[in-house]
């Protein structure tokens, strides 16, 4: 723990009401708390006394502490680990720093640096803080809602890559059947013509005679087939 400069007591007495100190951190128009060598909170400016009454429920809840306590007491009752606060306190390249602080739903953005003396001694520390529990649910509630909105978008990504999918599979099914249906045709128009005309040779060495026959046994009334078989006589006997 750090030992009490002899500018302790000085730094007391430049927080005394009627101080220049005093009466400039008085009149800053953000929350301002100081503290001395030994880490106990010696004074807040008006502005942040008028916060903290505002955060009196949270601070009562979490830390057991009447607003009328905090002043005069240590600043490690608000920590959960004195030491590494007093290691980064020591250590001069850890200063300025800024944290976040949260504790029963309050969330205060602190800015922290020591506060020297004349001589280039220090004396304490100041702590300039804002509450931004309303920016930061905003924000959290914002960020929510853009991991939903992203959520629903890679869905929708989703089911149209599968869309797309089956689309592609459908067409390259039915371009398959396409080419199989085109085929078949043409393996079919291959065939007929070659078979006609077989047919045709083999007629051509049949007698007049018996086409007659053929024709005379099968005739119907007049119609398609009584022209065919003439046509049939006549080109046997040609």
């Known amino acids: ?68 306590e905090i002043l005069g007491g240590s600043i490690h009752r608000f920590h959960r680990d004195p030491q590494r606060v007093e290691r980064i306190l020591n250590d001069p390249a850890a200063l300025p720093r800024e944290a976040v602080f949260s504790f029963g739903g309050v969330s205060l953005r602190t800015q922290i640096n020591a506060l020297n003396d004349g001589d280039g001694q220090r004396i304490g520390y100041i702590v300039l803080w804002d509450n931004i529990s309303e920016r930061k649910a905003s924000a959290d509630a914002a960020f929510r809602s853009v991991e939903a909105s992203s959520a629903n978008l890679n869905g929708v990504v989703d089911t149209m890559l599968n869309v797309a999918r089956d689309t592609s599979d459908q067409a390259s099914s039915a371009a398959a059947a396409t080419e199989e249906l085109s085929a078949a045709v043409a393996e079919i128009a291959m065939f007929v013509p070659a078979g006609t005309l077989a047919v045709q040779g083999e007629l051509r060495h049949v007698p007049a005679s018996a086409l007659a026959s053929m024709c005379a046994t099968t005739r119907s009334p007049p119609g398609p087939n009584s022209s065919t078989c003439s046509r049939l006589s006549q080109r046997t006997i040609t």
């Open 1 to 68: 723990r750090m030992l009490r400069h002899a500018g302790a007591g000085t730094l007391h007495e430049m927080l005394a009401p009627g101080h220049q100190l005093s009466a400039a951190l008085g009149c800053l128009p953000t929350n301002c708390f100081v503290a001395d060598l030994d880490l106990n909170l010696a004074f807040m400016n008006a502005k942040a006394a008028s916060t903290v009454a505002g955060l009196a429920p949270a601070i009562q809840s979490v830390f057991g502490l009447s607003v009328a």
